[in-house]
């Protein structure tokens, strides 16, 4: 009898626990995997573990190892720092990998049937882009080099000992002078190394100060590295400007294998040595274009389109071991996928719902690696978790190896997600989108909608993860998000009809999906709300100039004013030139009829601002300028200013939490 009622109240205990919201306190129970890596033999994967830690307001990553089919699941790395980049050498006998065990983040080189590890560097700078020479001899890698000089030679006088001067001015002649999340650009540029794996001297390969940080590939020779660099003369005006280069490693010389107007990036040799493929388009300068994928002669003679028949961006290439074709992944209408396209251009799907990277919103990404007899590993997610563990190969369905979330989510109701198309006011056009229900959703009720709106804005939410969304709809909303025009994965006319017009069209689509929602006659249409980050706090502040349907709005990180942005944001060069028809002096009317701020003095709603005190992507001044506009114009508003944080203000998860919080505290306010 004492074992029965003890079952029946540990029943009774986990039953009412599964009934408990997600709240602002689980960001930091959330983990994702990352970085996933299948050994050459296809055998056992290392993938990255990634956990929020409470103490310090940060991640730790640690590495994991998996046999293909699930079994000895265990840790290889004790977890205490940061271990990271996990990779195979080509005989799958050694793991390399970044580590900041002990202190500045190193390369630490581990032998697999020992555990015998090794720290091979002593740098001062961080490496990245970690690969093996194709004889598992070498390494080469990125790192920052200083500038060689300063354009500039001031001569101070010292000062006395003991004097407290202010510090030294900064002297600053770069057109990009600083960048979001890193600050003010360092007078330094990225080169790529070698490295013997012993350890030892890291000899720089490319030369000058010119940065070197796409990515690179060794081939199969081992002779010489292909690599992705903008190294033209004018490259600070044509920033997309990037060709493929060659470089001899014993010589040090450079040849450049692209020589068209646009972006030739990811180069990759092909197994037998014969060919490159890379990524690019020929630039016309429009907001969207897709990166499409190449194939060359290693010489870089009769370079040719592969895959003409797919509108999609390709990216992560990996040639199968036959030199036959590529694995790849993609973006398509929400989805991010696997495939598999031969050197004809036809492409078959392996996987989806690849990604989960993004913990706050649902955006796009996901990473996959292959091995030599081409199984593979990947990112898998769904609105119901995070990145986690699954594996594939061709003709067998995906399985997931791990659920690193189930001891959060086991004992936590989550808002179910359904997937909606529905027509734009504007021209008819399908548009697609997601609604986020409250748990325990009872569609007799009428609930609060809360329309969030995403960034880019060449960017794509779809069927994935976002602990945002989770946090509105356990606070009681119907939450719906979606991909108006303009958004990626659509293909390259959908993602261009906001060229030049943004915000236009798109403002019809988001309105036509709550009316969408609406007809579904679960929503109290007295309590709509409206937020949005980036170019969703563009189009959140384009929304509350235009209609007054919204109680409520929450306008965060957005673009104001478009002429003081291209002048003040971190890439201008990039900005005019693509999102505009000229100079902000010679299109003054064009920048200002899509600047929220000319719409300022038709706002009614309660409108709050909210940014990152170092965002430079879109700077506090235009948090500020509009801020001042409404208040000017008596509106109820109020300015959140984030702190240590820029654009990215999730990659904290206590800023997440505060973004959620005041969000949620708003709009309850304007109930």
């Known amino acids: 009898m004492r074992l029965t009622i003890l079952a029946i109240c540990c029943f009774c205990f986990f039953g009412l626990a599964a009934q408990s919201h997600f709240e602002l306190q689980d960001i930091f129970e959330l983990e994702n995997v990352n970085d996933p890596r299948i050994s050459p033999d296809g055998e056992t994967i290392v993938y990255r573990r990634d956990a929020k830690d409470i103490m310090t307001d940060g991640t730790r990553s640690q590495l994991w190892i998996v046999d293909y089919d699930g079994s000895n699941n265990r840790p290889l790395t004790d977890g205490?720092?940061?271990?990271?980049?996990?990779?195979?050498?080509?005989?799958?006998?050694?793991?390399?990998?970044?580590?900041?065990?002990?202190?500045?983040?190193?390369?630490?080189?581990?032998?697999?049937?020992?555990?015998?590890?090794?720290?091979?560097s002593h740098f001062t700078q961080t490496p990245s882009n970690v690969k093996w020479s194709p004889d598992g001899t070498h390494l080469a890698f990125?790192?920052?080099?200083?500038?060689?000089?300063?354009?500039?030679?001031?001569?101070?006088?010292?000062?006395?000992?003991?004097?407290?001067?202010?510090?030294?001015?900064?002297?600053?002649?770069?057109?990009?002078?600083?960048?979001?999340?890193?600050?003010?650009?360092?007078?330094?540029?990225?080169?790529?190394?070698?490295?013997?794996?012993?350890?030892?001297?890291?000899?720089?390969?490319?030369?000058?100060?010119?940065?070197?940080s796409g990515q690179f590939a060794w081939s199969p020779d081992g002779t010489s590295i292909v690599f992705s660099a903008n190294r033209h003369k004018n490259a600070t005006y044509e920033p997309a400007n990037s060709e493929i280069y060659e470089i001899n490693i014993a010589s040090g010389k450079v040849n450049a294998l692209t020589d068209r107007l646009g972006p030739d990036a990811n180069p990759?040799?092909?197994?037998?040595?014969?060919?490159?493929?890379?990524?690019?388009?020929?630039?016309?300068?429009?907001?969207?274009?897709?990166?499409?994928?190449?194939?060359?002669?290693?010489?870089?003679?009769?370079?040719?389109?592969?895959?003409?028949?797919?509108?999609?961006?390709?990216?992560?290439?990996?040639?199968?071991?036959?030199?036959?074709?590529?694995?790849?992944?993609y973006d398509d209408e929400g989805h991010t996928k696997i495939a598999w396209m031969d050197?004809?251009?036809?492409?078959?799907?392996?996987?989806?719902?690849?990604?989960?990277?993004?913990?706050?919103?649902?955006?796009?990404?996901?990473?996959?690696?292959?091995?030599?007899?081409?199984?593979?590993?990947?990112?898998?997610?769904?609105?119901?978790?995070?990145?986690?563990?699954?594996?594939?190969?061709?003709?067998?369905?995906?399985?997931?190896?791990?659920k690193v979330n189930d001891d959060l989510f086991a004992y936590k109701a989550l808002g179910e997600v359904e997937e909606i198309w529905y027509t734009s006011s504007y021209d008819k056009r399908k548009v697609q989108g997601w609604i986020c229900k409250p748990p325990n959703f009872d569609p007799s009720k009428k609930y609060p909608l809360l329309l969030e709106i995403h960034g880019g804005p060449f960017s794509n939410y779809g069927w994935r993860f976002s602990a945002e969304i989770q946090l509105y709809a356990a606070a009681g909303y119907v939450v719906l998000y979606t991909n108006p025009r303009g958004s990626t994965s659509y293909g390259a006319e959908f993602?261009?009809?906001?060229?030049?017009?943004?915000?236009?069209?798109?403002?019809?689509?988001?309105?036509?999906?709550?009316?969408?929602?609406?007809?579904?006659?679960?929503?109290d249409e007295d309590q709509l709300y409206v937020t949005g980050g980036s170019g969703g706090g563009v189009l959140t502040a384009w929304i509350v100039g235009n209609t007054n349907r919204f109680r409520a709005a929450v306008v965060a990180k957005p673009v104001i004013n478009w002429t003081s942005f291209v002048l003040h944001a971190d890439n201008p060069a990039f900005f005019y030139k693509y999102w505009f028809p000229g100079l902000?002096?010679?299109?003054?009317?064009?920048?200002?009829?899509?600047?929220?701020?000319?719409?300022?003095?038709?706002?009614?709603?309660?409108?709050?601002?909210?940014?990152?005190?170092?965002?430079?992507?879109?700077?506090?001044?235009?948090?500020?300028?509009?801020?001042?506009?409404?208040?000017?114009?008596?509106?109820?508003?109020?300015?959140?200013?984030?702190?240590?944080?820029?654009?990215?203000?999730?990659?904290?998860p206590s800023n997440l939490i505060n973004k959620v919080a005041y969000i949620l505290a708003w709009f309850e306010k304007y109930k």
Request: glycine residues 10%.
């Open 343 to 402: 050197l004809a251009g036809k492409h078959t799907d392996l996987a989806n719902e690849v990604g989960g990277l993004s913990l706050g919103r649902p955006y796009g990404g996901g990473t996959f690696s292959v091995s030599s007899n081409g199984r593979y590993a990947f990112t898998l997610t769904a609105p119901d978790h995070p990145a986690d563990l699954a594996v594939g190969e061709k003709g067998q369905a995906a399985r997931r190896l791990t």
């Open 142 to 212: 990125t790192m920052s080099v200083p500038a060689t000089k300063s354009s500039l030679d001031v001569q101070l006088p010292k000062k006395p000992a003991g004097a407290k001067w202010v510090d030294p001015p900064i002297y600053i002649d770069k057109l990009k002078y600083r960048s979001d999340g890193s600050g003010y650009v360092k007078d330094a540029y990225t080169h790529i190394f070698i490295l013997p794996i012993e350890g030892g001297y890291a000899r720089q390969l490319t030369p000058g100060n010119i940065n070197h």
């Open 495 to 523: 993602g261009n009809l906001i060229h030049h017009n943004y915000p236009g069209q798109d403002y019809d689509d988001l309105i036509s999906g709550v009316d969408a929602v609406i007809d579904k006659g679960y929503i």
């Open 268 to 329: 990759s040799f092909s197994p037998d040595g014969k060919w490159i493929a890379y990524t690019g388009y020929d630039d016309k300068y429009l907001g969207y274009q897709v990166s499409k994928l190449y194939v060359m002669e290693r010489s870089g003679a009769n370079p040719r389109l592969v895959s003409g028949d797919l509108d999609r961006d390709v990216s992560n290439i990996h040639w199968s071991a036959d030199s036959k074709g590529f694995y790849f992944q």
């Open 80 to 120: 205490l720092k940061n271990d990271y980049h996990p990779r195979w050498s080509p005989d799958g006998k050694k793991l390399v990998y970044t580590s900041n065990r002990n202190g500045k983040p190193q390369l630490f080189v581990r032998w697999m049937d020992s555990g015998i590890e090794n720290q091979i």
């Open 584 to 652: 902000p002096w010679e299109e003054q009317e064009n920048y200002y009829k899509r600047s929220p701020l000319s719409l300022a003095g038709k706002v009614k709603t309660p409108t709050m601002l909210l940014t990152g005190e170092q965002d430079y992507r879109t700077p506090m001044s235009e948090t500020e300028q509009y801020y001042t506009a409404l208040k000017l114009n008596k509106v109820e508003t109020a300015m959140v200013r984030i702190q240590s944080s820029g654009h990215g203000i999730a990659s904290k």
